[in-house]
């Protein structure tokens, strides 16, 4: 069995836990602390260690999955998190912190790879788009099942500011909509998206997935749209799944 650590990095909480990679299961609790405010490098990365800590992690590079835009392990945005992050090394943060190697993918990225392997995405061809709704809106893009890295459609231009501070979970909160309200606003969103590009299907996925059954019933009934099954779970396996790819 290959076991992996990984940690999924949110707006609000930061989350951790040892994942069996072959079945996209966790094998130890998941162990949740919140996120520091204000969030920057060096307080997340403290989160971290306590984290590896917590699950007795000792030796293999960890996955890490993080709210922005991420190349070579570099944060290139910062939304839904401290500025100083931008331009930052997230794995040279986290080697100092905790020295553990780290391969550090976007969250929403992280979430579609354990739905498109383990999830309502498997073995599923065509344009599929996983969406997590949270604090912002994230998105991971699969062809044919190859993902299409770093797609930001919540921070896509949208009535007087960005998609997602319509139809996140959080914009549902602020607004105190309620879920006829709520879905009348994430369908607008998803008519946008289908018609942007057709997708074959859209997952929905985050903390709101598992309410599907209160707002579902008033999307277009049209759309090619469905809950995620690893729901809160996929950024963490996903992100184990990307850092044992990377070590391969
Ligand atoms: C960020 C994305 C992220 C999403 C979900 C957005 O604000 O721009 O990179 O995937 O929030 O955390």
């Known amino acids: 069995m290959i076991s992996r650590l990984a940690i999924d990095v949110g707006a609000t909480g930061i989350k951790g836990a040892l994942v069996n990679i072959e079945e996209g299961t966790l094998l130890s609790d998941r162990i949740k602390y919140p996120t520091p405010k204000p969030a920057t490098p060096a307080d997340v990365a403290k989160v971290m260690n306590n984290i590896i800590t917590d699950l007795k992690w000792e030796k293999g590079d960890i996955g890490i999955g993080f709210p922005a835009i991420v190349k070579n392990n570099v944060c290139l945005t910062a939304s839904n998190i401290e500025k100083t992050w931008i331009n930052t090394d997230i794995s040279k943060v986290v080697k100092e912190q905790t020295g553990f ?39 991971g893009v699969f062809k044919d099942g190859v993902l299409l890295p770093n797609f930001e459609l919540g921070r896509m231009i949208y009535g007087d500011s960005v998609a997602e501070h319509y139809a996140s979970n959080s914009a549902r909160k602020t607004k105190d909509l309620d879920w006829e309200a709520y879905g009348g606003e994430l369908n607008e969103f998803l008519l946008y998206v289908n018609r942007i590009f057709s997708p074959d299907q859209i997952i929905i ?35 184990a799944m990307y850092a044992a790819q990377k070590q391969e």
């Open 205 to 239: 996925g985050g903390g709101i997935s598992k309410k599907f059954i209160k707002y579902g019933k008033f999307l277009d009934p049209t759309l090619p749209v469905t809950d995620a099954t690893l729901q809160n779970n996929a950024g963490i396996i996903g992100a």
């Open 101 to 139: 190697d780290s391969h550090v993918i976007n969250d929403a990225d992280a979430a579609g790879i354990a739905e498109m392997t383990y999830g309502k995405g498997k073995h599923l061809d065509g344009t599929v788009i996983m969406l997590t709704l949270g604090t912002g809106i994230g998105s």
